[in-house]
Every structure is written in structure tokens, then in C-alpha cells.
């Protein structure tokens, strides 16, 4: 399979199979929970070909991807042999409040992201082609694209009931049918045709008919469609009955009693209070965001334009998202991610401007599939490929975002459907009514923070890293020559990469090159250039030579794991370093009597720049002697 040694490699650099929890997956990236975070090999992870970085927040481990996630995902799951089943019961207490309440809010949302855009979408589009005229609100074609767009939202405590009770390790089919009770449509004909028995709370937020009794008990009817807050709560507490029933009930009756006794429980104790208890408590929410909004639109479009990209880095963004959903339920429309809108068109702007400006092919390349993934509002390849580690031009976007976001404010625009990414959210913020000022400051907020991006990024945010290698080595990265030889890093016996048990290298995935079997406990610089990278475990250097050669040196295989011990750095990271100098010493014997293998992988990471690798013809070789030809 396409990659199934990048699957393997994320595993084992995970801390193994035996070391997660959980696995589940987002727009880009796979998020793990970890019994033990600190077994990952971060640094390894970060640095592997396929991964663009790797963020640790909210409780999970999370490799960023790119677009194709879903396909690693599934590779993923297949080689660990990981069910899927997002419980938390395994983590709970080990992170804190806030990092839990994140974890469980991505969780229950992130797997039904998907199909709400594209439903989202559908709707959006259907709006734009009534306002269009293309289509009237009364023919059939209308009819079936706006059922198939509001499908999900309609019936979400139904699809949240099943990402719930994942969520919270029960089963998916007991959310499932909560989630239908509350949307079962007798309670809805019963509301609309029914004479209530009495009113509660007349003439306040909260005033809510009673149409029916259940054991002589009120149930006050509401509409839980398009709800979120009561199916997740609702859920929530059907799981605690789940789990004490299994416990109580014996095995041989235990498959239908345990979910008889739960739902004969959890739905009446949803109807009667905690569904009417959790829309009141949404209610609120609605009307506290609605009234933080109405204090000043314009700053509250600055603040979340401006650190919406921040929240994306660390997945704080889900934290918003249920807000957003409460509010369309509620109010029928959001204003607080309205104003996020300009974010992925500002980030995408700075990433043009850098694709314009650079000289380097790699950063070119990396740019190009950028920018696209921008445009349909995917910017974590941007964000943390590109803009992040050079600092400036993130900050720059951040600044024209946050214009953008001021902008959505000062029009007063609002997100009726929550729909698709990019540019295909812009039919998101055509009013029922059709397109009005806030839609046309939409428009206006991704043209200017694209525009704003880029300009700022262009004119004064990036600083070519051609020109800045060159100050630092003494020689320009596109020196003209043809080749570039790489010595030998050490003494020992040559293999062949296909000869490896670690995929990651038998396969050329993280590049061409050549391994040795060393003799001698000791690494030289093979070439004049920058030690880029010294991994604290001592276990791997990264140089970039004088003519942009970037060789990773590798000591053995899961050597990581010995966390530096029997490894001692004879130079730093960031040192100028000469061809045949000491980098580093290790204790060839202790290693391999703490059961590691020592052959040592010597790379070019960076091969698929450059015409070709020669392998040396030795067998066996010394210090420097020629291993490696570069045809540049």
C-alpha cells in the first residue's frame, strides 16, 4: 500500500501500539492519545518525510498530515490493529479539565466535519441558486437539494448520539436512539397541534408549554432538532448507566437488558430534565455570545481574525465550534466564526507572496500544493510548513486576518449554515432573506485579508532563505558545480538501504543513499557546511552542506530510545563544521549490549533536488574515504 511505511514508522515513533489509547483523525491530522506521551519520538516525527510537524495540545498527540490524512489514517489503523473507538475512559484524569473538555469537544465533532460541510454546502449553493433565480423555492429540484442540506443538521442529535457514545465508550446504537427519541416526530406534530397543560416561566427566555406527562411526571416538549448541547449530555449520562448495568447484569442476559434497562432511564430522565435544563442552558449561551458580539462587533472580528490561526495551531478552534453550532440552532445564524472567515485567505495570500519571492525549489514546492489547499481553506500545510517556521509571515497573517475579521464586525456578518471550507463558504453568508450587507462584507473580508497577506508578506515579511544560507556558509546554495562528494561519517562495513529492517529507510522514503556497519564509535562531518541538526538523544546529526546537500546520519535503529545515553556530541547545532571533524563519539558496545542493532543509514534527505545519488563500490570503508556523489 501507498503507505504503509509511513504508517509503520508514525507507530513505532508513537511509542508503538501498545502505547495508544486512541486514534482518530481531522482535516489533516491524526490525533492520538497516548498512554505515555513522553515515548513518542517528537523529534524523529517532525523530521520525517510525509509529516509536516507534530503538535502536542488538548490532550492529544497530533500528526499533522496534509490533505491525504485519511488515507494514512486508514493505513494507520490497519497496521496497528487499532478498533475504532474513540473511548476516553482510558485518559480521563491524566490531563487537565480544559484539555479534556477540548479533547472530548473534537472528539464527538471532528468525525461528522466531513459530511456537515458538504451538506452545509449543498444548502449554501441551493440559497445562492434561488437568489440567483436559477431555481424557484416551490419545484421539485429545490425540494431535494434542501432536504439532502439539511439532512445532518436536522437529525444531528442522532448523528452526535453516535460520536458520543464512541466519545465515551458506549454503544454507538443507545446514542443512536436518544438522539432519535429527541427528534422523534410525534413530539414535534404533538407541539404544533396539542393544547398545553400549563406554562412555565410565562414571558421569560425560558417559557416552555407542557404537552404531555410521563408517570404523571411534566414533560415539557421542546424541539431538540438541530440541537447539541442535550444529545452530548444526554449521552454522556446513558454512558455512566451503560457501565454501572454491564457491571450489575449477568453476562447471559446482559446484551438486551443492559440496553433495555439504559434507555428505559436515560430517555425519560432526557425528556423530562435534561434536554429542557441543557436548551435553556443554550439558550444563554446564545444570548451571552450574542450579547459579547453586540458590545462591539468590530473588536470581537479583530480578536478572533487575529488569533484564529493560533487556535487552529493548538485545536482550540473545536472549543468554538459547538458555540457556533448552539447559536445557528438558537438564533439561527453565528456571528463569532463568521469572523474567522479571512484567516485561511490571509494565510494564503502570505504564502503566494513567499512562492513569488523564493529562489529555493524546495520551499517552491512545498508552496505551489500551499496555496491550493488555502484557497479551499485547508492552511495547515501552509501554516506549519511554510509561514510558522519563519515567524514573520505568520505574524503578518495573523495581523491581515485580523482585518479581515474587523471587516466581517463592522458589516454585521453572519454564518447561516455552518458550510464549506475556503471558497466554498462563501454561500454560507447569504441571508434567508438573500444577499445583503454581510454578505458582501464577506467578500470583501477574504479579498482584503488575501490581498493584505500577500502584500505585507511580499514587501517587507520574507527574507529569501537562499540569501540568508549564504551569509551564514560563506558560499551561494546554487553554486554551480555537478557534483558534490560526501565522505564517509564513519569506519565499518557498507550495506545496501534494501538491506534494512526500518522501512522508513529500506524504502528510500526519507531518501537515497547508503548504510554502514561501523567498526569505531565515532561520526565525522562528512562534507563543509551547518550542523542543522543535533537530536538531543545524540542518536542522529542533520548537515546541510556548503551546496545546499542536506545528509542525515542515523546510529542504528530505535537508538532513540536510549535517550542519549552511551552518545557524547563532540560539536553543537549551528556550528560551521569542516569535512573529517569530530561530531560525535558513541559506545559501540554498550549499544549493542543494551540490545540495539548499530547499522547506521547515511542519507541525503533531500535527493529528490538533484540529478542523482552514487553509491560507493566498497565493500568496506574508512573516515572520508568517497561514500556518496551527489549529481547536482
Keep these: 500500500m501507498k503507505y504503509d511505511a509511513l504508517a509503520n514508522e508514525i507507530i513505532r515513533n508513537v511509542g508503538g501500539k501498545e502505547n495508544v489509547n486512541g486514534l482518530t483523525h481531522c482535516v489533516t491530522r491524526l490525533r492520538f492519545k497516548l498512554k505515555n506521551d513522553t515515548l513518542a519520538n517528537t523529534d524523529v516525527l517532525k523530521n520525517m518525510d510525509g509529516i509536516v510537524t507534530v503538535i502536542q495540545s488538548g490532550g492529544q498527540y497530533q500528526v499533522v498530515i496534509g490533505n491525504h490524512v485519511s488515507e494514512v489514517y486508514a493505513q494507520v489503523m490497519a497496521a496497528g490493529g487499532f478498533q475504532e473507538d474513540g473511548s476516553e475512559a482510558a485518559t480521563a484524569g491524566k490531563t487537565s479539565l480544559f484539555n479534556r473538555f477540548i479533547d472530548m469537544i473534537s472528539g464527538v465533532f471532528s468525525p461528522t466535519l466531513g459530511v456537515l460541510c ?51 465508550g458506549a454503544n454507538i446504537f443507545i446514542g443512536m436512539a436518544i438522539g432519535a427519541t429527541l427528534v422523534y416526530p410525534t ?7 396539542g393544547e398545553p397543560l400549563y406554562t ?7 417559557e416552555s408549554p407542557v404537552y404531555i406527562t410521563f408517570l404523571g411526571i411534566p414533560v415539557i416538549l421542546m424541539s431538540y432538532t438541530s440541537s ?4 452530548i449530555i444526554s449521552t454522556f449520562v446513558g ?16 446484551t438486551f437488558l443492559v440496553p433495555f434497562f439504559t434507555l428505559l432511564i436515560i430517555v425519560p430522565l432526557a425528556l423530562i430534565a435534561i434536554g429542557p435544563i441543557s436548551t435553556w442552558a443554550g439558550q444563554l449561551l446564545g444570548e451571552g455570545t450574542l450579547f459579547l458580539y453586540n458590545l462591539s462587533p468590530v ?12 487556535f487552529v495551531i493548538f485545536g482550540l478552534h473545536w472549543g468554538l465550534v459547538p458555540i457556533a453550532l448552539n447559536n445557528m440552532a438558537v438564533l ?9 472567515f479571512g484567516a485561511s485567505f490571509a494565510q494564503t495570500g502570505a504564502v503566494l507572496a513567499i512562492l513569488l519571492r523564493t529562489k529555493n525549489v524546495k520551499l517552491k514546492s512545498l508552496s505551489i500544493p500551499a496555496v491550493i489547499s488555502g484557497i479551499f481553506g485547508v492552511t495547515e500545510p501552509a501554516i506549519y510548513g511554510i509561514t510558522l517556521p519563519r515567524k514573520k509571515p505568520f505574524v503578518l497573517s495573523c495581523i491581515a486576518a485580523a482585518v479581515g475579521g474587523g471587516i466581517v464586525g463592522l458589516m454585521g456578518t453572519k454564518g447561516y449554515i455552518l458550510g464549506g471550507l475556503g471558497i466554498f463558504g462563501i454561500p454560507s453568508y447569504i441571508s434567508p432573506d438573500g444577499m445583503d450587507k454581510g454578505f458582501y462584507g464577506a467578500i470583501a473580508a477574504i479579498v482584503i485579508s488575501f490581498i493584505l497577506g500577500f502584500i505585507l508578506v511580499f514587501f517587507s515579511g520574507f527574507k529569501d532563505e537562499e540569501a540568508a544560507e549564504s551569509k551564514s556558509t560563506g558560499t551561494p546554495r546554487n553554486t554551480l558545480v555537478k ?21 522508513a529507510f529500506s524504502t528510500g522514503a526519507m531518501g537515497k543513499g547508503i548504510a554502514i556497519e561501523p567498526l569505531e564509535g565515532k561520526v565525522y562531518s562528512p562534507v563543509d557546511g551547518v550542523l542543522t541538526t543535533l537530536f538531543a538523544s545524540g542518536h542522529a546529526i542533520g548537515i546541510t552542506s556548503d551546496n545546499g546537500v542536506d545528509i542525515l546520519i542515523h546510529v542504528g535503529k530505535d537508538t532513540v530510545k536510549l535517550k542519549g545515553k552511551y552518545f557524547t556530541p563532540k560539536a553543537k547545532q549551528g556550528d560551521l563544521v569542516k569535512k573529517g571533524q569530530l561530531l560525535m563519539e558513541f559506545d559501540v558496545a554498550a549499544i549493542r549490549e543494551a540490545g540495539y542493532t548499530l547499522t547506521t543509514p547515511v542519507i541525503i534527505s533531500n535527493s529528490a533536488e538533484y540529478l542523482d545519488v552514487i553509491e560507493t563500490d566498497l565493500k568496506s570503508i574508512d573516515y572520508r574515504e568517497n561514500l556518496l556523489t551527489v549529481m547536482i
Excluded: H
Design 228 to 231: 447539541v448541547i442535550p444529545i
Design 187 to 193: 413530539f414535534s406534530s404533538t407541539m404544533a397541534t
Design 299 to 310: 473588536i470581537e472580528g479583530l480578536l478572533v481574525g487575529a488569533f484564529w490561526q493560533v
Design 483 to 503: 557534483q558534490e562528494t560526501v565522505g564517509s561519517p564513519l569506519k565499518g562495513q557498507v550495506r545496501a538501504l534494501s538491506e534494512l529492517t526500518d522501512e
Design 239 to 254: 454512558s455512566k448507566l451503560e457501565s454501572f448495568f454491564k457491571k450489575v447484569i449477568p453476562s447471559v442476559v446482559r
Design 200 to 206: 412555565l416561566f410565562s414571558g421569560t427566555l425560558f
Design 332 to 340: 439561527k445564524y453565528d456571528p463569532i466564526l463568521a469572523a474567522s
Design 118 to 168: 458538504a451538506t452545509g454546502m449543498i444548502k449554501g449553493f441551493t440559497a445562492l441558486f434561488v437568489t440567483l433565480g436559477l431555481i424557484t423555492n416551490t419545484s421539485g429540484t429545490y425540494q431535494i437539494l434542501n432536504a439532502l442540506g439539511d439532512c445532518l443538521f436536522y437529525f444531528f442529535p442522532i448523528f452526535l448520539g453516535y460520536t458520543s457514545a464512541k466519545k465515551f
